[in-house]
T-cell receptor
Framework: GQQLNQSPQSMFIQEGEDVSMNCTSS?????WLWYKQEPGEGPVLLIA?????ELTSNGRLTAQFGITRKDSFLNISASIPSDVGIYFC????????????FGQGTRLTINP | DADVTQTPRNRITKTGKRIMLECSQT?????MYWYRQDPGLGLRLIYY???????NKGEISDGYSVSRQAQAKFSLSLESAIPNQTALYFC???????????FGPGTRLTVL
């Protein structure tokens, strides 16, 4: 089945640093989604990408849909303590039909 | 009020017991999903439903069953719980067109 490879698996950074994580796939996706999960809560949608090459920002977060449609990255600028959590990428193959495929997650830890 | 709610939030039960987890949504979405999350394994799809009369198995459906009682309600049952079903369980919803999934807060299930 389809799989997403998300890296890195974990990150330990200092407050104020920028963060970058990415997802790659052997399959083409038509939609890329980025979620954040905090302890004891469900994943929350951060950014949705619908077109190859699309670059979208949400505050300090920026995500891009790769030109090949097989990858996506998420950047967080000037990290703050509340950015701590697990970030998941997810891909959707065909609009209106397919199930989401999730990456394994990137655990972000921030030292104040 | 939350758009996707799950009950109970926490449950401890014993091996062999029947357990039902419930999910309700006010987003008006047709599609609903049940996921399981284990440490280090990300989110895995158990069952999904694209409308009231549609039920589909996901990648790990063995030992589980579901019921879609109405557009807004989707329940997950463990007919005879076993310890390796100890996990976090999430319900999610999406519309047909965009495919973005919105998650509930989760149920932490412990099977002793």
């Amino acid at each position: 089945g389809q799989q997403l490879n998300q890296s890195p698996q974990s990150m330990f950074i200092q407050e104020g640093e920028d963060v970058s994580m990415n997802c790659t796939s052997s399959s083409i996706f038509n939609t890329w989604l980025w979620y954040k999960q905090e302890p004891g809560e469900g994943p929350v949608l951060l950014i949705a990408l619908y077109k190859a090459g699309e670059l979208t920002s949400n505050g300090r977060l920026t995500a891009q849909f790769g030109i090949t449609r097989k990858d996506s990255f998420l950047n967080i600028s000037a990290s703050i303590p509340s950015d701590v959590g697990i970030y998941f990428c997810a891909g959707l193959g065909i609009q209106g039909a397919q199930k989401l495929v999730f990456g394994q997650g990137t655990r972000l830890t921030i030292n104040p | 009020d939350a758009d996707v709610t799950q009950t109970p939030r926490n449950r401890i039960t014993k091996t062999g017991k029947r357990i039902m987890l419930e999910c309700s949504q006010t987003k008006g979405h047709d599609r609903m999903y049940w996921y399981r999350q284990d440490p280090g394994l990300g989110l895995r799809l158990i069952y999904y439903s694209f409308d009231v009369k549609d039920i589909n198995k996901g990648e790990i459906s063995d030992g589980y069953s579901v019921s879609r009682q109405a557009q807004a309600k989707f329940s997950l049952s463990l007919e005879s719980a076993i310890p390796n079903q100890t996990a976090l369980y999430f319900c999610a919803t999406s519309d047909w067109f965009k495919g973005e999934q919105f998650f509930g807060p989760g149920t932490r299930l412990t099977v002793l």
